[in-house]
């Protein structure tokens, strides 16, 4: 039971007198933890009498909700490995992920069915198991999950795990090529639990957790439905797209302690009409992660909300964040040190680590780190050691020990002979009080490289390319600063939130 995350995270706490206590809230339902774990086992009861059995995947495609945690928690329960996707993805989109896994049985509902049915008539297999959907509008191989859960028993012991054991795929984001399942036993979730969710953020039974991502996204998932129920807290969900106005609604009607962000959420809540009057009052700290934060951005946050950031990166392939700044110890600019349990180094193109100061790619060694990519052989021999990644992003290390980010490197520029980092030149126009959002890529000019900025201008604003163009001059190289302005009003994005830069640079080739 130790190691079935079912057991750990949910079971435990009717062992330790909590079932009585608030395990998870959505809208204005709250479930305890006693009925979360019975109906996890509803759940796994239902997945076994459709043919699941351990080490089989389970796909998510659900909307947040006590749907998806329920069923998350009952294919844990038995041992089955649990893999998640977007709600709002294309037919192709499944088709591929429903290949790809090989799953078993696949949980959609309202929002997804149409698209999963169209994915399953061009020949993938699966079980499907439906949620919010009236049972006389099912097809065959469809059946109701509610209803089917409702007839099940409500007690059901996790499937022995040991912490080698397959439990969870979390997929990388897809931004440089298809999206991969990093493969992650048992034992990383527990161990990213203790040495990030414990050691770093020290959640409390007095937390109330609530993340801008979706729960298909492991940062949201884990610090919403996982991390918190460790410790006896208390996870918030919501079904809805994420937005500014929804999410100082659900601040003030939920008051939670902890906020899951991203940088681009931070921007766009700072550019709120409504950011001056918001009461983040309850909120002992936000996280930040899925892309860099500005150092900007950072400080007006603070200067507007005075609610710490605990800024931080992790991967799919190191299962969650393994570099963090700290509750009373942040470095603006910068995204901390290791989390305890983990190491990292700055490495040269030979391997080598380079000094202090210098910038190269980042390797990173821990007790979450993925074993494979699935069915990628040649990748998963490049990218992973023992219990190490070799990553594809830029960092530098100072002399106290802090990482800074410095963006991918196959995302450099090489402008005037000088490779040029497009994070810095985002980051200096980031600064500006009228740029919501940006990304810089390359654009040729008779034959040279020259840095290209796509802004998102904050609503009302009137700035224009020079008075970018100046701000830019005044604070980088001249070399760095863009010869060339688009706006735009939103940038392309994957499901995770994370500039999809492959999307941005197929729009910007025609012209």
Not at 10 to 38: F, I, K, M, P
Request: charge should be negative; aromatic fraction near 8%.
């Amino acid at each position: 039971m130790e190691s079935n995350l079912a057991g750990y995270f949910l079971d435990r706490n009717l062992a330790e007198g909590r079932g009585a206590d608030t395990a998870l809230v959505c809208g204005e339902v709250s479930v305890s933890y006693a009925e979360l774990v019975a109906l996890s086992a509803r759940a796994g009861h239902l997945l076994r009498s459709l043919g699941v059995r351990k080490g089989q995947r389970v796909l998510l495609a659900l909307s947040d909700g006590v749907e998806f945690v329920a069923a998350w928690y009952g294919a844990q329960r038995i041992g089955a490995v649990t893999a998640e996707v977007y709600t709002f993805l294309t037919a192709k989109d499944y088709a591929y992920y429903l290949g790809y896994t090989d799953a078993a049985v696949v949980v959609v509902d309202a929002v997804t069915l149409e698209p999963v049915r169209q994915a399953l008539a061009g020949g993938a297999r699966a079980r499907v198991l439906v949620a919010g959907v009236p049972e006389a509008e099912l097809r065959p191989q469809e059946s109701p999950l509610w209803t089917l859960m409702e007839q099940a028993p409500g007690e059901l012991e996790p499937e022995p795990m040991a912490a080698e054991d397959v439990a969870i795929w979390k997929f990388t984001t897809g931004s440089t090529g298809s999206p991969k399942a990093c493969v992650h036993p048992a034992g990383n979730p527990l161990a990213s639990f203790r040495h990030y969710a414990r050691g770093v953020l020290d959640l409390r039974a007095s937390d109330r957790v609530l993340a801008v991502p979706k729960l298909f996204f492991g940062y949201a998932r884990d610090l919403v439905a996982l991390f918190p129920f460790g410790v006896g807290g208390t996870g918030i969900a919501f079904p809805e797209r994420s937005t500014v106005e929804l999410l100082f609604e659900l601040i003030e009607r939920h008051r939670p302690t902890v906020l899951v962000n991203v940088p681009t959420m931070m921007s766009a809540m700072l550019a709120h009409q409504g950011a001056a009057g918001a009461d983040l009052s309850s909120l002992r700290l936000t996280t930040s992660a899925g892309e860099a934060l500005p150092e900007a951005l950072h400080r007006r946050w603070d200067a507007t909300f005075e609610v710490p950031v605990v800024d931080g990166i992790g991967s799919s392939e190191a299962y969650h964040i393994y570099l963090s700044n700290r509750p009373g110890e942040i470095r603006h600019g910068s995204v901390g040190r290791p989390v305890p349990g983990y190491t990292a180094r700055v490495l040269d193109e030979s391997g080598a680590e380079l000094p202090h100061g210098e910038i190269g790619t980042l390797e990173v060694s821990g007790p979450s780190v993925a074993s494979e990519y699935w069915d990628a052989p040649e990748k998963s021999a490049s990218t992973f050691g023992a219990g190490t990644v070799r990553t594809a992003d830029l960092f530098s290390r100072d002399d106290e020990g802090f990482f800074t980010y410095h963006g991918r490197a196959d995302d450099l520029l090489k402008v005037g002979g000088v490779f040029v980092a497009p994070s810095e030149i985002e980051h200096c126009l980031l600064g500006h009080p009228d740029v919501l959002d940006c990304a810089v890529l390359g654009h040729a000019t008779g034959g040279l490289v020259r840095p290209l900025a796509h802004v998102v201008l904050r609503v009302g604003a009137s700035t224009d390319a020079e008075a970018l163009r100046e701000f830019a001059r005044a604070r980088l190289a001249g070399h760095k600063c863009p010869r060339e302005f688009r706006f735009v009003e939103a940038l392309p994005r994957t499901a995770n939130g994370k500039l999809d830069r492959r999307a941005l640079r197929a729009q910007q080739e025609p012209s």
